[in-house]
């Protein structure tokens, strides 16, 4: 019998500070579980002994989103994952989620975490993983590394999941701007058809109040503009807001909008 404290779902908690920005990055799964600055939050938390609510700050590899029934095909065979979303036959969000990292590197404001893919059902080619958070007193920097560990070639897809807030102002007092041009239908969370360009209710570029939102889409053609380098989406406040930034590979982005997100109602994720 041990007298050790027990562990939380989400492992060990690593803290990382420059200035008054601070970020609570977790062991299970390299998530993002809090991000502050000037002791304002910027992303929804979570209690410490849960699982993080509705996927909250997850790290999403090899695969964001939903796979249909767990089959995709690989050098002409037909792959099986795990069935993680039961109630709909899917496989979601990928590998890594409760997933142990080791850490491969820590300073006072950044960690670099990694781990490693096995071979497994619906899997073929093992991965290492590598998640760098970094903090500075303009924001959090995010460096994903993946590296094929197999000798043949592997598609994989990489995103994160965190609910976007702008400190204590209520999500419904917020603006939505996305930096996406095509909007994808979906049924059940899988696309329904093809990608066609945003319209009307669709169109984010030039911002929607949040209030009344129902969202849980996907969003694509989103590149940076007027000759900068980045993909930028913002949630907007009355008085400031948050900027959430990605490499023009990220071209692809998902919105949900859940109204009973654990100790916050109204969220949304981006």
Request: proline share 11%; with cysteine.
């Given at each position: 019998m041990s007298s050790a404290a027990p562990l939380p779902p989400t492992g060990e908690q690593f803290r990382i500070s420059a200035g008054d920005v601070d970020a609570v990055v977790t062991e299970v799964g390299a998530g993002l579980r809090s991000f502050t600055a000037a002791g304002l939050p910027y992303v929804e938390t979570f209690d410490l002994d849960v699982r993080p609510p509705q996927g909250s700050g997850t790290l999403l590899v090899p695969w964001p989103n939903r796979t249909a029934g767990g089959r995709w095909s690989w050098d002409g065979a037909t792959q099986q994952l795990a069935l993680t979303e039961p109630a709909r036959g899917n496989a979601i969000h990928g590998l890594v989620r409760f997933t142990f990292f080791d850490v491969v590197e820590r300073t006072e404001d950044a960690i670099t975490l990694g781990a490693r893919i096995a071979v497994q059902s619906g899997w073929p080619v093992p991965l290492a993983v590598r998640v760098r958070y970094a903090v500075a007193p303009a924001g959090l920097a995010v460096t994903y590394t993946v590296e094929n560990l197999g000798a043949d070639a592997v598609p994989f897809g990489i995103g994160a999941h965190p609910y976007l807030r702008v400190g204590e102002i209520a999500t419904d007092e917020c603006t939505?701007?996305?930096?996406?041009?095509?909007?994808?239908?979906?049924?059940?969370?899988?696309?329904?058809?093809?990608?066609?360009?945003?319209?009307?209710?669709?169109?984010?570029?030039?911002?929607?109040?949040?209030?009344?939102?129902?969202?849980?889409?996907?969003?694509?053609?989103?590149?940076?503009?007027?000759?900068?380098?980045?993909?930028?989406?913002?949630?907007?406040?009355?008085?400031?807001?948050?900027?959430?930034?990605?490499?023009?590979?990220?071209?692809?982005?998902?919105?949900?909008?859940?109204?009973?997100?654990?100790?916050?109602?109204?969220?949304?994720?981006?």
């Open positions: 939505l701007v996305l930096a996406a041009s095509t909007a994808l239908p979906l049924d059940g969370g899988l696309p329904a058809g093809p990608a066609h360009p945003v319209t009307g209710d669709d169109d984010f570029r030039h911002g929607r109040p949040v209030k009344d939102l129902e969202l849980d889409n996907a969003f694509g053609g989103c590149a940076p503009a007027n000759g900068d380098h980045l993909v930028r989406h913002r949630l907007l406040g009355p008085a400031g807001g948050l900027e959430l930034w990605a490499e023009p590979a990220f071209g692809w982005v998902q919105v949900f909008t859940p109204d009973d997100h654990p100790g916050r109602g109204r969220a949304i994720a981006v």
